[in-house]
């Protein structure tokens, strides 16, 4: 039944403008699935450490990005919770940021998100070309960098508990991640 509507992107947002999303909420469409998933005080901490961290080490001008739309393909179009784009970075004619102008992307999961970030999102990256992909876990304390995207799937990664330093040395983001104030959920 679900194969006989083919909405586009761009509908489907149209159509999730139009609903009443409770606030709080962040939404995206993975795999042309529309998820909803609530904001939690430490997903937002976690994110504004990041954030810091990048504008700590590229200035105050750096183009830094959460939750905004960017489309991966004609299935995917996700709200990052960090992205870091190039400094040349421009929009498309239709306003939108492109992911071969992304240089670093984070998601902090939520218990209902983890698949999603694992799964879908990670390979969509990938599969862009996205550098460096971060998926920060609360749950279990712990990071996982994923980085050297080739033929749909990342080919290193590495993970680091919370409280040890991620280090982005060498790589499109060149910096290290100090994870010791992340919050736990």
């Not at 609530?38 to 105050?60: A, C, N, S, T």
């Not at 670093?104 to 983890?114: D, H, L, M, R």
Request: glycine share 8%; proline share 5%.
């Amino acid at each position: 039944m679900a194969d006989s509507y083919d909405f586009s992107l761009d509908e489907l947002f149209e159509r999730l403008e139009q609903m009443p999303v409770p606030e709080g909420y962040k939404v995206q469409i993975v795999e042309g699935a529309i998820t909803m998933s609530p904001q939690r005080d430490v997903h937002w901490k976690i994110i504004r450490r990041i954030v810091r961290e990048l504008e700590d080490r590229f200035g105050m001008d750096v183009n830094v990005l959460s939750d905004v739309r960017i489309d991966f393909g004609e299935q995917n179009g996700f709200a990052p919770d960090v992205v870091k784009l190039a400094a040349v970075a421009k929009k498309d004619s239709r306003g939108r940021w492109l992911p071969r102008d992304i240089e670093f992307v984070a998601e902090v999961i939520s218990k209902g998100t983890s698949a999603t970030d694992y799964g879908p999102k990670k390979l969509a990256y990938a599969a862009a070309g996205i550098p460096v992909y971060l998926i920060v876990d609360p749950y279990v304390g712990r990071c996982h960098v994923h980085s050297e995207p080739k033929d749909g799937d990342y080919h290193k990664q590495i993970s680091v508990d919370f409280g040890l330093d991620v280090d982005l040395t060498g790589t499109a983001v060149d910096l290290t991640l100090r994870t010791g104030r992340f919050p736990r959920d």
